[in-house]
């Protein structure tokens, strides 16, 4: 099983923008499907972003649509969430999610249908206002 790092959190004020990137440790990192979940204090984790193995596709969840940007380099087996325009909404602690054919957590859409089993230690985003 894969593991994965992510790193880029922090504080930033209303407004300002983040770079939240994971590294993935399998060298078949190009076949299979990223994403990023969140959940904040007293919620539960909710689907962020996606991104298809080839990196042809990609999904959002409608409260990021147009501020954040999911996009994965195979080179350096790593996958990115690029936040923009944050709110004090978006406090949470974001997690790397890689498609396992064993996990247990579904993202399914029109154009996507992927199925999560492999977890980042999570990174901690803070937006004040």
């Known amino acids: 099983q894969e593991q994965l790092v992510e790193s880029g959190g922090g504080l930033v004020q209303t407004g300002g923008s983040l770079r939240l990137s994971c590294a993935a440790s399998a060298r078949t990192f190009s076949t299979y499907a990223m994403g990023w979940y969140r959940q904040a204090p007293g919620k539960k984790r909710e689907f962020v972003a996606a991104?298809?193995?080839?990196?042809?596709?990609?999904a959002y969840t409608e409260d990021v649509k147009g501020r954040f940007t999911i996009s994965r380099d195979s080179a350096k087996n790593t996958v990115y969430l690029q936040m923009n325009s944050l709110k004090p909404e978006d406090t949470a602690v974001y997690y790397c999610?890689?498609?396992?054919?064993?996990?247990?957590?579904?993202?399914?859409?029109?154009?996507?249908?992927?199925?999560?089993?492999?977890w980042g230690q999570g990174t901690q985003v803070t937006v004040s206002s």
């Open positions: 999610a890689a498609e396992n054919p064993s996990g247990t957590t579904w993202y399914i859409s029109r154009d996507v249908r992927i199925r999560f089993g492999s």
């Open positions: 991104v298809t193995a080839s990196g042809d596709k990609t």
